[in-house]
């Protein structure tokens, strides 16, 4: 078989799901072998082992590059040997990211975990790839098809014409032709290597502001390595409510994250799949997808989810960033005036993060924040309901970053956070470029511990 | 130095319990390459001998390695404990099963069976990985004289001696 095209063919035995033989030689011909509890695919041409133990492989190989694999395929059963040459160790990076992810779910599925720690990522180059003969099983019945999955969504994101479409138009996808039930999209702040909930589906609560620093759990270190990270199987270290449980408990960020909003993601995912999406080399956000079933990504659902977010990244860049036409329901008309008799719904505000509390309940913080204290002191104070985003970006009030301002995923974010709150006050589109504050009582701005209005 | 006592009574009953099994040589160019065996039993007519099952047609290249050389590894692992042990040695020979060790081949796969459906694998599976016709079986008879711990960890590797037989 030839190793360019096979190694393409034969990522299911590359999942790690069973162990293969790894059989090496010393200098003196004498032979060694061992079990490989890891391995994994690169491109068509490599692979990679884990390096955990300094061992007599790990002195073999160094000293003859030449190698034997003995793996089977998880589901037929079929034995392929790879004859394969070894390059390099990676220690950090992407490749290494990916392999030490996947490791901590084979880990936690075989009972290691504590036991395997990933010291380097092995790479191998394939040089020739032989099917052992013997008796296999038929192949299982096949997945849906991903290809119609993908070409199905890409014409539904290519019409989309408001950020605020798109995400949704996404999540309808993932849900409707992808079969995924628990999706999130987190938007990043490079300027603060953190990544916040714009949108979700499959939980509760959309947990729209909840925040997760680069570097942790799956969506974290997708991010931060700008690699797609898959897990087959249950790995609680990278589960996204555990690690963000434990950056707050570790203190160091507990100040600075966002802690009051409820997060969404399985208690304990059996599959973890996220995939960073880019817009050239800007990270605008990560999608990660989740399943309580093991094995529910397979690497063919990561290259199409990989495919679905290289155009969903400058899609989302050129909405952002142009104020193109807004594809919503036409303007409704205005809201009826808030109910004059009914008590005010307190709103404070506290200036040196930005946080909001409604009715001292805290509901968001950080230029979010800041933008709808900007927005309820504009409608307090000169009557506005309205108010355009061309406006809004200039508005130094509201602390946007200079950059990138991602204020239209702020606004989504905002306004799926109130809906979360059911508040008595919401952000709703206003027709082209522009929103409006819908109140149906009346407020009370108070600025830190002092009533501003 | 090859030491018959490094095959204590405690490593043969360990390695014949109907472990996983995969079996190395090397092609004398510096190519190690392997198959999973079918089964293991102490050699009745060789002291500190094991007589190792495999089935010929998959075992093509490691058994013009054992040709070449006579030098074998042999990696036996208990599925639901991990621990795992390497045996070495340099006489080995490939000889045509006799009766016991044709009787072997459905215990082993049987009991390969209830181990691996503790870790998930379905019986199916199991018995497709380890099927072989009786006229496909072949024998790798040899002593080994050196024996590792392999168990997953960081005395993975360490050479096991008769005080310590097992890892």
Same mark, same amino acid.
């Given at each position: 078989?030839?190793?360019?095209?096979?190694?393409?063919?034969?990522?299911?035995?590359?999942?790690?799901?069973?162990?293969?033989?790894?059989?090496?030689?010393?200098?003196?011909?004498?032979?060694?072998?061992?079990?490989?509890?890891?391995?994994?695919?690169?491109?068509?041409?490599?692979?990679?082992?884990?390096?955990?133990?300094?061992?007599?492989?790990?002195?073999?190989?160094?000293?003859?590059?030449?190698?034997?694999?003995?793996?089977?395929?998880?589901?037929?059963?079929?034995?392929?040997?790879?004859?394969?040459r070894y390059l390099r160790t990676e220690t950090a990076g992407p490749l290494f990211e990916r392999m030490k992810a996947t490791l901590a779910g084979i880990a936690s599925h075989t009972g290691m975990a504590g036991v395997f720690r990933?010291?380097?990522?092995?790479?191998?180059?394939?040089?020739? #790839?032989?099917?052992?003969?013997?008796?296999?099983?038929?192949?299982?019945?096949?997945?849906?098809?991903?290809?119609?999955?993908?070409?199905?969504?890409?014409?539904?994101?290519?019409?989309?014409?408001?950020?605020?479409?798109?995400?949704?138009?996404?999540?309808?996808?993932?849900?409707?032709?992808?079969?995924?039930?628990?999706?999130?999209?987190?938007?990043?702040?490079?300027?603060?290597?953190?990544?916040?909930?714009? $949108?979700?589906?499959?939980?509760?609560?959309?947990?729209?502001? $909840?925040?997760?620093?680069?570097?942790?759990?799956?969506?974290?270190?997708? &991010? %931060?390595? %700008?690699?797609?990270?898959?897990?087959?199987?249950?790995?609680?270290?990278?589960?996204?409510?555990?690690?963000?449980?434990?950056?707050?408990?570790? =203190?160091?960020?507990?100040? %600075?994250?966002?802690?009051?909003?409820?997060?969404?993601?399985?208690?304990?995912?059996?599959?973890?799949?996220?995939?960073?999406?880019?817009?050239?080399?800007?990270?605008?956000?990560?999608?990660?997808?989740?399943?309580?079933?093991?094995?529910?990504?397979?690497?063919?659902?990561?290259?199409?989810?990989?495919?679905?977010?290289?155009?969903?990244?400058?899609?989302?860049?050129?909405?952002?960033?142009?104020?193109?036409?807004?594809?919503?329901?036409?303007?409704?008309?205005?809201?009826?005036?808030?109910?004059?008799?009914?008590?005010?719904?307190?709103?404070?505000?506290?200036?040196?993060?930005?946080?909001?509390?409604?009715?001292?309940?805290?509901?968001?913080?950080?230029?979010?924040?800041?933008?709808?204290?900007?927005?309820?002191?504009?409608?307090?104070?000169?009557?506005?309901?309205?108010?355009?985003? %061309?406006?809004? *970006?200039?508005?130094?009030? +509201?602390?946007?970053?200079?950059?990138?301002?991602?204020?239209?995923?702020?606004?989504?974010?905002?306004?799926?956070?109130? &809906?979360?709150?059911?508040?008595?006050?919401?952000?709703?589109?206003?027709?082209?470029?522009?929103?409006?504050?819908?109140?149906?009582?009346?407020?009370?701005?108070?600025?830190?511990?002092?009533?501003?209005? | 130095?090859?030491?018959?006592?490094?095959?204590?009574?405690?490593?043969?009953?360990?390695?014949?319990?109907?472990?996983? #099994?995969?079996?190395?040589?090397?092609?004398?160019?510096?190519?190690?390459?392997?198959? *999973? =065996?079918?089964?293991?039993? &102490?050699?009745?007519?060789?002291?500190?001998? +094991?007589?190792?099952?495999?089935?010929?047609?998959?075992?093509?290249?490691?058994?013009?390695?054992?040709?070449?050389?006579?030098?074998?590894?042999?990696?036996?692992?208990?599925?639901?404990?991990?621990?795992?042990?390497?045996?070495?040695?340099?006489?080995?020979?490939?000889?045509?099963?006799?009766?016991?060790?044709?009787?072997?081949?459905?215990?082993? @796969?049987?009991?390969?069976?209830?181990?691996?459906?503790?870790?998930? @694998?379905?019986?199916?599976?199991?018995?497709?990985?380890? &099927?072989?016709?009786?006229?496909?079986?072949?024998?790798?008879?040899?002593?080994?004289?050196?024996?590792?711990?392999?168990?997953?960890?960081?005395?993975? =590797?360490?050479?096991?001696?008769?005080?310590?037989?097992?890892?």
């Amino acid at each position: 078989m030839s190793p360019l095209r096979g190694v393409d063919t034969l990522r299911s035995c590359l999942e790690g799901i069973l162990p293969a033989g790894l059989a090496t030689c010393a200098p003196d011909g004498t032979p060694n072998v061992t079990y490989v509890s890891q391995l994994m695919y690169v491109d068509p041409e490599h692979v990679a082992l884990s390096f955990q133990f300094f061992n007599k492989t790990r002195e073999n190989i160094l000293a003859n590059p030449h190698a034997t694999v003995l793996m089977m395929d998880p589901d037929t059963a079929t034995r392929y040997r790879l004859s394969i040459r070894y390059l390099r160790t990676e220690t950090a990076g992407p490749l290494f990211e990916r392999m030490k992810a996947t490791l901590a779910g084979i880990a936690s599925h075989t009972g290691m975990a504590g036991v395997f720690r990933l010291r380097g990522a092995d790479v191998y180059r394939v040089l020739a #790839i032989e099917a052992v003969p013997g008796r296999s099983l038929p192949p299982p019945e096949a997945r849906a098809p991903l290809l119609p999955a993908l070409r199905r969504s890409v014409d539904a994101l290519s019409g989309c014409r408001s950020l605020e479409h798109l995400i949704d138009t996404l999540a309808l996808c993932l849900e409707r032709h992808f079969g995924i039930a628990h999706q999130m999209l987190l938007m990043a702040d490079a300027l603060r290597q953190r990544l916040y909930i714009v $949108a979700s589906r499959g939980y509760a609560s959309s947990g729209a502001g $909840a925040e997760i620093p680069y570097g942790v759990g799956v969506i974290g270190v997708a &991010a %931060r390595e %700008r690699t797609p990270i898959r897990i087959i199987f249950p790995a609680a270290e990278y589960a996204y409510s555990r690690a963000i449980r434990e950056q707050l408990e570790g =203190g160091a960020l507990a100040d %600075r994250l966002e802690a009051g909003i409820p997060l969404p993601g399985l208690p304990d995912p059996s599959s973890q799949l996220a995939v960073p999406v880019h817009a050239g080399d800007r990270l605008m956000a990560v999608l990660y997808v989740e399943s309580d079933q093991q094995y529910r990504f397979n690497y063919d659902m990561e290259d199409a989810l990989v495919a679905l977010c290289a155009m969903l990244g400058p899609c989302m860049c050129a909405l952002q960033s142009e104020a193109l036409e807004d594809d919503a329901a036409p303007a409704t008309p205005a809201q009826p005036p808030p109910d004059a008799s009914a008590p005010p719904l307190r709103v404070r505000y506290f200036a040196q993060d930005g946080s909001v509390f409604l009715d001292d309940a805290y509901l968001i913080k950080g230029v979010a924040g800041s933008i709808l204290w900007t927005l309820l002191q504009d409608h307090q104070t000169l009557g506005r309901c309205e108010f355009s985003k %061309r406006e809004m *970006r200039l508005d130094s009030r +509201l602390r946007l970053p200079e950059v990138v301002d991602n204020l239209d995923a702020r606004l989504i974010l905002l306004s799926r956070r109130l &809906a979360d709150r059911q508040a008595d006050l919401r952000i709703e589109k206003a027709g082209r470029g522009r929103i409006r504050l819908a109140l149906t009582r009346p407020v009370s701005l108070i600025a830190g511990g002092t009533q501003a209005a | 130095m090859p030491s018959p006592a490094i095959l204590t009574p405690e490593l043969v009953r360990f390695v014949t319990s109907h472990l996983s #099994i995969h079996i190395a040589a090397s092609d004398g160019g510096g190519q190690a390459t392997l198959v *999973r =065996g079918l089964g293991c039993r &102490a050699d009745p007519a060789v002291a500190g001998g +094991l007589r190792l099952l495999a089935a010929r047609p998959q075992a093509e290249p490691v058994l013009r390695g054992i040709a070449a050389d006579g030098r074998v590894a042999v990696v036996f692992s208990e599925p639901e404990t991990h621990r795992t042990v390497q045996l070495k040695a340099r006489d080995a020979r490939v000889l045509a099963p006799d009766d016991d060790d044709t009787a072997l081949l459905a215990p082993y @796969t049987d009991t390969l069976v209830t181990r691996l459906a503790c870790v998930g @694998t379905p019986e199916p599976f199991v018995r497709a990985l380890l &099927a072989c016709p009786p006229d496909e079986l072949i024998v790798v008879c040899a002593t080994p004289d050196e024996v590792f711990g392999q168990t997953p960890g960081p005395l993975a =590797g360490e050479r096991l001696d008769a005080a310590h037989p097992l890892p």
